[in-house]
């Protein structure tokens, strides 16, 4: 995709005044921004402190009125976006990138880690209102980082399954061996979509190939401009870049990426192990 294919409109940064902040943990916050880009579930935002920095954050949702977005504060941008408070200013670009497909009254398996939980239900109210049938197993490390849980369960025709690390709730170990126990069990799926830490996206697309399950990933790298110019986000071989082509993924793509699972890259282009 060329860059110029996407509007000036989406390109350029507007300032929109926060309605309403939304503690979720210590160290997780949601906005619920007065907007609406008519954003597709998966895609993403550049979200814009001046002087500060400029960030991609996955849309959590976005229902014509207002678009959510959930992050947790780990560094510089997202520790000063957290002290933020309703009424003051954010800017914000997109929407950008690709977006979870499905077909009406599918069967879907969603497996979120960490803030993959608030892209995933994105998706998950979206395809509830196409009358699919959902399971969603959402893995963290322990019982108070869990995100979003009583808002999946909220949806219709929603199972919410539940793993963490330490056993503190739910299924002691990874969500996807919750969903591997499930297949085993005779459980099926048209489609898993998943987005959370990368190795656990490798985990995924890996039981998916084995259990030839058509399956979408998202996956994060380095993003500057968000649509397609700078190309910080290509990944090998391919070149292909994150912020247009992705950050949705299917996982016959997803498997030609050699960088996957094993390194990213920085803002220079340094390469880091994950
Ligand atoms: C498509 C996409 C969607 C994302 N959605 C969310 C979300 O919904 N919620 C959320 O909490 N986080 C999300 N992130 C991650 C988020 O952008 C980084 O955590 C954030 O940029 C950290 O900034 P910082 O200044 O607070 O921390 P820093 O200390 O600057 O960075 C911490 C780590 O965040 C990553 N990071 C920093 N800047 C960028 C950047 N411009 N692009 C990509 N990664 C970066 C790097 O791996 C870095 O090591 C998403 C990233 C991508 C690529
Ligand atoms: S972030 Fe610039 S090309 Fe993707």
């Known amino acids: 995709m060329c860059a110029n294919s ?10 929109v005044r926060i309605a309403q902040v939304r503690k979720e943990t210590d160290m997780v916050t949601t906005f619920i921004l007065p907007i609406s880009l008519g954003s597709l579930p998966g895609q993403f935002v550049m979200l814009w402190l001046p002087g500060k920095d400029e960030i991609p954050m996955s849309i959590a949702l976005d229902d014509g009125e207002n678009l959510h977005v959930t992050f947790f504060a780990v560094g510089d941008m997202t520790k000063a976006l957290q002290k933020l408070q309703a009424g003051e200013l954010v800017g914000i670009r997109g ?5 979870y497909a499905w077909e009406k ?6 497996v979120a880690g960490g803030y993959g939980a608030a ?3 994105f998706a998950a109210s979206q395809a509830a209102k196409d009358g699919c049938t959902l399971d969603v197993i959402i893995g963290a490390r322990s019982k108070e980082h869990l995100l979003y849980q009583e808002t999946f369960a909220s949806l219709p025709r929603t199972t919410v399954h539940i793993a963490t690390d330490d056993g503190s709730a739910g299924h002691k170990g990874h969500n996807v061996a919750v969903l591997e126990q499930m297949l085993d069990d ?6 898993i979509f998943a987005c959370g830490p990368e190795r656990m996206l490798v985990a995924v697309c890996a039981l998916c ?3 030839g399950i058509p399956c979408l990933l998202s996956l994060e790298r380095y993003m500057k401009c968000g649509y397609g110019l700078c190309g910080n986000c290509s990944v090998d071989p391919l070149g292909i870049r994150l912020c247009v082509d992705g950050p949705v993924v299917n996982g016959e793509l997803v498997r030609q990426i050699s960088e996957f699972g094993t390194y990213h890259r920085d803002e220079l282009g340094r390469k880091h192990l994950f």
């Open 119 to 121: 892209p995933m239900f």
């Open 105 to 110: 009254k599918q069967r879907l398996g969603l």
């Open 95 to 99: 929407p950008f990138g690709t977006s």
């Open 186 to 191: 005779g459980e099926r799926f048209d489609q």
């Open 6 to 15: 996407i509007p000036l409109q989406t390109r350029l940064p507007r300032t």
């Open 209 to 211: 190939e084995k259990r």
